[in-house]
């Protein structure tokens, strides 16, 4: 087996992230990189939300996986159809942090999906860590998420849907950390601090990081 060093291909930067992260994401390209066997790689574009919370110190960005989706759907009842296609979202929000405890906590992607928000991106890149599921992995939950979203106002029974990837990006979205919880800056949604798996390992980095 080789082992490659966890550099950005394109600047050389070395990639900083902590010990359970499967993506990595280079703040000077703007890019996130998932690194597989034998040196191989994927990589994706990032961006990063835009929040006007003037305290920046206790801003973290959060990543999440961003989709550009197409949808197909169709169903019997015709009232039913209408009603899906005005609420179904085009664009779908998926953690890429460890998370439990959505029945308890709440789910961040699943709230920024039903807002559809129209997010203001950074002019420059941003440190971000926690990535720890893979975009193949996150979107396995995306017909899960799309159908709960579109169920929130009408009942999906009978309702069939196929969907086209048609953009994937990884995306920063600004919290703020309050230490109990973490608000998120753009939807305002709140957080327990103990439902987020890395969230310690992730304070303590840019703790060092904000020393150096």
Same mark, same amino acid.
């Given at each position: 087996m080789r082992i490659v060093p966890c550099q +950005?291909?394109? +600047?050389?930067?070395?990639?900083?992230?902590?010990?359970?992260?499967?993506?990595?994401?280079?703040?000077? +390209?703007?890019?996130?990189?998932h &690194?597989?066997?034998?040196?191989?790689?994927?990589?994706?574009?990032?961006?990063f939300a835009k929040t006007l919370e003037k305290n920046r110190e206790s801003i973290m960005y959060m990543p999440f996986w961003m989709y550009r989706v197409k949808l197909d759907l169709s169903c019997k009842d015709n009232r039913k159809l209408k009603n899906a296609l005005r609420t179904a979202p085009q664009t779908?929000?998926?953690?890429? &942090? *460890?998370?439990?405890? &959505?029945?308890l906590y709440g789910n961040p992607g699943l709230s920024l999906t039903a807002l559809q928000p129209t997010l203001i991106?950074?002019?420059?890149?941003?440190?971000?860590?926690? +990535?720890?599921r893979t975009e193949a992995s996150a979107k396995n939950s995306l017909s899960h998420v799309i159908l709960a979203v579109?169920?929130?106002?009408?009942?999906?029974?009978?309702?069939?849907?196929?969907?086209?990837?048609?953009?994937t990006t990884l995306i920063g979205?600004? &919290?703020?950390?309050?230490?109990? *919880?973490?608000r998120d800056a753009v939807t305002g949604g709140e957080y327990l601090s103990l439902a987020f798996d890395d969230l310690a390992l992730y304070r303590s980095l840019r703790r060092r990081l904000n020393r150096r």
């Open positions: +950005c291909p394109d +600047c050389g930067r070395d990639l900083t992230g902590l010990d359970n992260d499967r993506v990595f994401v280079c703040s000077t +390209c703007a890019l996130a990189l &690194f597989l066997h034998e040196g191989d790689m994927l990589r994706y574009p990032v961006r779908v929000y998926l953690n890429a &942090f *460890k998370m439990h405890g &959505f029945s991106w950074e002019d420059n890149p941003q440190f971000m860590a926690g +990535c720890r579109i169920d929130r106002h009408e009942d999906v029974t009978g309702l069939d849907m196929s969907l086209e990837i048609e953009e979205v600004p &919290f703020l950390d309050q230490q109990d *919880k973490l």
